[in-house]
């Protein structure tokens, strides 16, 4: 299959072809062991190694959400096999299955999702922040760099030549190399031309992240949900609920990691990437929170602890954790208001404006100045040849 001949059937064609191989893998994953791998991982850590959870599942001990899409909710479906491989119920009923059994996954519609669908609700207020950050002079620099990348790009695979058009190719072209489909790659692609597609990719990531408002109404529905769910646990301890797992998107995990200040532009998520944020309380009752990336798609790399920005140490303590996501969490219930908020410009656009009404001030001063002095000069002459006249008139005569 070539890329150019038909460019916007071909490559929709394409992007469906990689998005249902990429469901198909997750179809199969107990075979390819990547979700069932990290629920393996998850029964070690909650469960065998600190009996956060009970080995059989518990309904009352853990609730799952997903995003409203069949390889999310497919995904969900594989981390609860590795992670609750059927045994005895809470009520002693053994499951017939032998590999798998039932566990509920809550989800709603994305029309209905306030936490982890923003990206696809209206919100006029990160629109216009999004429209502010690509008329800036860092996303104008990067375009102004590798435009010449750009046009090529647009021409070979019939996209649109802007910045967010590109970077979506290496998105389609980094599917089909995980899947190991690079047969499908053009004659214009090969593994030089997907490492400066990267390259591009890793700056226009980091441009796109550094905003902390878009940060923040991008990832900010999730810390305050987070946030919220450690409130109602140190609230009631009595509660048997323990862990609420969420399964969504890479760009959920950015956006998350974003929100938190602790985003590495140049690391994109990778498969079955997942954060983990752990409430400890200590025996006087004190409390702090742990942060973890896991990117590793084999499971040999440990996850990796990070430091929240503002946090006294990477234990973070609960109060301190509270404080510094205050400005960064976005709760559900303010998420309307926040949307229809109106977006003044910037610090830079103001300044240019200011000296560009100074400037006109200045020049039509200086216009005033010019013209009014030029006339004076010519009224002068004009009175001055007057006289010079009437002089004459008076020698004539006799």
Known sequence: MEIGVQPAHILQ???????????????????????????RFFRRRYILDTNLLFQNYTKKQIYIVSTDFERTLMSAE?????????????????????????????????????????????????????????????????????????????????MKATVPDIAQLYDIFFCQKQNNLTQYWPEWMNNTMFRTLKEFQDKVVTVSHSVPEINRFLGGPIVARMVKNMKTRLEDKESPLRMYMFSAHDTTVSALLSAL???????????????????????????YVQVYFRNDSTGQIPPHKLHIPGCASSDCEFSNFLEVTKSLSLPEADLKRECNKKVFPNTTSITI??????????????????????????????????????????EEDP
């Open 78 to 158: 594989s981390n609860l096999a590795g992670m609750f491989p059927p045994g005895r119920t809470s009520s002693g009923v053994r499951w017939v299955g032998e590999h798998w059994q039932p566990i509920p996954i809550h989800t709603r519609p994305v029309s209905q999702d306030k936490v982890f669908a923003i990206r696809r609700k209206k919100c006029p207020h990160l629109d216009q922040l999004k429209k502010q950050l690509e008329e800036s002079n860092p996303y104008g620099q990067v375009e102004a760099e590798h435009k010449k990348l750009i046009d090529y790009l647009a021409d070979k695979s019939g």
């Open 353 to 394: 404006l200011i000296l560009a009404v100074l400037l006109m001030v200045v020049i039509l001063i200086s216009i005033s100045y010019f013209y009014l002095r030029r006339r004076k000069a010519t009224r002068y002459e004009e009175y001055r040849l007057t006289n010079r006249q009437a002089d004459d008139d008076d």
């Open 261 to 287: 200040q602790v985003f590495n532009p140049t690391v994109n998520p990778p498969y079955i990437s997942c954060v983990m944020v752990e409430l400890y309380q200590r025996a006087d009752n004190s409390s």
């Open 13 to 39: 064609t394409l992007w469906g072809r990689i998005s249902g191989r990429r469901d198909l893998v997750s179809s199969h994953l107990l075979e390819c062991g990547k979700h069932f791998s990290l629920g």
